[in-house]
């Protein structure tokens, strides 16, 4: 089946420490993104990456498409990092995006 | 920036009731989707739709049902109201590969 799988499922950092979050999908990915989910709830995309390396800001993703996994590296983890790291994939190009369970990040002060 | 609205935020509805949750986009994009959100989870895809007057299953759509009106409208009905369909509920609509949330529906059945 269509499956996303995100780990770690949780992660604490003090603050100033990187963090490694990584996704792994089932079958071919025609478009992948990450998204921030705050701890109030609101989801906002942070980049998009179905193949190669991205970086924006304090954010590098890299996705290895022949071994369907993605990760997601945050640098230099601020407080204001804290909340959840969502991976959603478009399977074979059905454009109906697919989330994982989420890594949640606390980062201390 | 696209601009999802969902309504109402909150609802608390009774079991076997009739429920309709609603979203609004203004950026005239063509997909649109309905997702739920249990404590603790990701996203689950309810229904989604490509073009209006059409609405495509998603992985989770019993017990749901959605209609889409017009490009800007999607909602997300709820028959017959049940515990277990208590949860945040999210549409999103999408300019690939981008996709924008509104924020949330709080959905308590009692």
């Known amino acids: 089946g269509q499956q996303v799988q995100q780990s770690p499922a949780s992660l604490v950092l003090q603050e100033g420490e990187n963090a490694e979050l990584q996704c792994n999908f089932s079958?071919?990915?025609?478009?992948l993104q990450w998204f921030y989910q705050s701890p109030g709830g609101s989801l906002v995309s942070l980049l998009s990456n179905p193949s190669g390396t991205k970086h924006t800001g304090r954010l590098t993703s890299t996705t290895v498409t022949k071994e369907r996994r993605s990760s997601l590296h945050i640098s230099s983890s601020q407080t204001t990092d804290s909340g959840t790291y969502l991976c959603a994939i478009d399977f074979n190009n059905n454009n109906a995006p697919r989330f994982g369970a989420g890594t949640k990040l606390s980062v201390k002060p | 920036e696209a601009a999802v609205t969902q309504s109402p935020r909150s609802k608390v509805a009774v079991t076997g009731g009739k429920v309709t949750l609603s979203c609004h986009q203004t950026?005239?994009?063509?997909?649109m989707y309905w997702y739920r959100q249990d404590t603790g989870h990701g996203l689950r895809l309810i229904h989604y739709s490509y073009v209006a007057d059409s609405t495509e299953k998603g992985d989770i759509p019993d017990g749901y049902k959605a209609s889409r009106p017009s490009q800007e409208n999607f909602s997300l009905i709820l028959e017959l109201a049940s515990l277990s369909q208590t949860a945040v509920y999210f549409c999103a609509s999408r300019s690939t590969p981008e996709v924008f949330f509104g924020k949330g529906t709080r959905l308590t059945v009692v």
């Open positions: 079958s071919t990915a025609t478009q």
């Open positions: 950026n005239n994009h063509d997909y």
